[in-house]
């Protein structure tokens, strides 16, 4: 009898030493929590706590509101903040709470269909999103020799692109313009037409006004049902202009990863790097190249190289990433950044679009990288040779519009003058008119068999 009290007694305080120990594991250790000491334009200066760079805080005013931020440096006892959201309220020694989280990206299929903002909180009117799963708002690493090769076209729908500028799946374009050229309007037309599964769509740093227009005009509810919209214009902080970005492209990873075709669209590539200028800057990194900080071009790639093709089955990313000319400069410090780290650009210009022609592609200034290896050789000297007669007649203009080119001088400017119609025919495309990839090639060299030029 006294064994079985004794053993019903040993049972009981182990289970007890048991629940303690539990509750002793899932204890979460304690946060040291700061001082608002300092703030400057957007960037506030906490001291009495710690984080690491990338961590979250909560910034709580006397009156109970709280402002989340990220840190985004330090120096000394000092971490320098910048608030994600409203920072009106703020004063001195507001409590800076720790979180000891990095930005994690909310994703799943009840994202296709909406549009959310650069936290990934819907702003669409339509009620909460249901995800399943988190990703790294910084993406993860790819091995290079991992990733499948691009190895066939993709289908955009626009002519031009399509046969001169062929786009592999997978392959990563810039479309180069100044403002008000045409940029936003051709990425709405590949938004309509492209043969992807899904498309994302990034509105980094835009007008409030494009948002809707986009929504509503270019993809309609046929494309925005199978597309995801991140918007974060223009009065949005840095910050959240550049979470915004990096949001798009965790959601365009995570269906890559399904092993779906994804179509990135980014408009504008420009307006994340002037946002990494603005955080630099706040936080006195010194400018470098016409007031850029180096920060900023280290920020480029490692957003770009997130696109591209799956190392671990059939998805793709294939992207197009808008980059604004300042003053239709070509060698504007990001401009000549993004050239170098992208697998091709097509440049519009500025005197083709005021002359009405649609899209406004400067095809002497335009190239597609990875067009060697997704089409078959006779497409290709096709469109060397589309170019090539297009070239003459560009280098000859002068000569042709006064009047001093004399007919029959030189067969190669001949050839160039009597195919120019066609030519500038094949170029031109209307807003709402679709050409597949098959009837792109037909058309090149139907334009060149007019010509007299057989393949």
Same mark, same amino acid.
């Given at each position: 009898m006294i064994d079985g009290i004794t053993k019903q007694r040993s049972e009981k305080w182990l289970a007890r030493l048991a629940s303690y120990k539990s509750r002793i594991l899932e204890t979460k250790p304690m946060l040291v929590e700061g001082k608002l000491t300092r703030m400057v334009g957007l960037t506030l200066e906490a001291v009495g706590c710690r984080s690491t760079i990338g961590g979250r805080c909560l910034i709580e005013t006397i009156d109970g509101a709280r402002t989340e931020a990220e840190v985004v440096g330090f120096s000394g006892e000092r971490l320098y903040l910048m608030p994600t959201g409203d920072i009106r309220g703020l004063e001195q020694d507001c409590r800076v709470i720790p979180l000891g989280l990095t930005s994690m990206a909310h994703v799943g299929p009840n994202l296709l269909g909406r549009v959310v903002d650069g936290s990934g909180k819907p702003i669409d009117g339509k009620g909460a999103i249901h995800t399943t799963d988190t990703v790294p708002l910084h993406g993860r690493p790819i091995n290079p020799l991992g990733r499948t090769p691009i190895s066939e076209p993709l289908d955009v729908g626009v002519r031009a692109i399509n046969s001169l500028l062929t786009v592999g799946r997978g392959q990563r374009i810039g479309l180069f313009a100044g403002s008000g050229v045409g940029k936003s309007v051709l990425l709405g037309m590949m938004t309509r037409y492209t043969t992807a599964d899904i498309i994302v769509v990034g509105l980094i740093g835009e007008r409030g006004r494009e948002v809707n227009e986009f929504v509503r005009k270019n993809l309609g509810d046929e494309g925005l049902a199978r597309a995801v919209v991140v918007a974060t214009p223009a009065d949005h902080p840095p910050l959240m202009r550049m979470h915004g970005a990096m949001l798009a492209t965790s959601i365009a990873e995570y269906f890559r990863d399904q092993g779906k075709s994804v179509?990135?669209?980014?408009?504008?590539?420009?307006?994340?790097?002037?946002?990494?200028?603005?955080?630099?800057?706040?936080?006195?990194?010194?400018?470098a190249t016409k007031g850029y900080p180096p920060s900023v071009f280290s920020k480029l790639p490692s957003l770009v190289e997130r696109a591209g093709n799956s190392d671990n089955g059939s998805g793709s990313i294939t992207a197009f990433y808008?980059?604004?000319?300042?003053?239709?400069?070509?060698?504007?410090?990001?401009?000549?950044?993004?050239?170098?780290?992208?697998?091709?650009?097509?440049?519009?210009?500025?005197?083709?679009?005021?002359? #009405?022609?649609? /899209? !406004?592609? =400067?095809?002497?200034?335009?190239?597609?990288?990875? $067009?060697? %290896?997704?089409?078959?050789?006779?497409?290709?000297?096709?469109?060397?040779?589309?170019?090539?007669?297009?070239?003459?007649?560009?280098?000859?203009?002068?000569?042709?519009?006064?009047?001093?080119?004399?007919? #029959?001088?030189? /067969? !190669?400017? =001949?050839?160039?003058?009597?195919?120019?119609?066609? $030519?500038? %025919?094949?170029?031109?495309?209307?807003?709402?008119?679709?050409?597949?990839?098959?009837?792109?090639?037909?058309?090149?060299?139907?334009?060149?068999?007019?010509?007299?030029?057989?393949?």
């Open positions: 179509l990135l669209l980014m408009d504008s590539l420009t307006r994340y790097a002037q946002a990494q200028r603005e955080i630099a800057l706040a936080i006195n990194e010194p400018p808008t980059v604004l000319t300042e003053g239709d400069d070509t060698n504007d410090p990001i401009a000549d950044a993004s050239r170098a780290i992208l697998d091709g650009h097509v440049h519009l210009s500025r005197s083709l679009a005021e002359a #009405g022609h649609f /899209p !406004a592609i =400067d095809m002497e200034a335009s190239v597609s990288r990875l $067009m060697v %290896e997704v089409v078959p050789e006779t497409h290709q000297d096709m469109a060397r040779e589309f170019r090539r007669i297009n070239s003459t007649y560009q280098q000859n203009l002068d000569l042709i519009n006064v009047g001093a080119y004399q007919p #029959g001088s030189n /067969p !190669a400017v =001949d050839l160039s003058i009597d195919m120019r119609e066609s $030519m500038l %025919e094949f170029l031109q495309q209307g807003l709402h008119e679709s050409v597949d990839f098959e009837t792109s090639t037909l058309a090149l060299n139907n334009v060149l068999k007019q010509g007299g030029v057989e393949f």
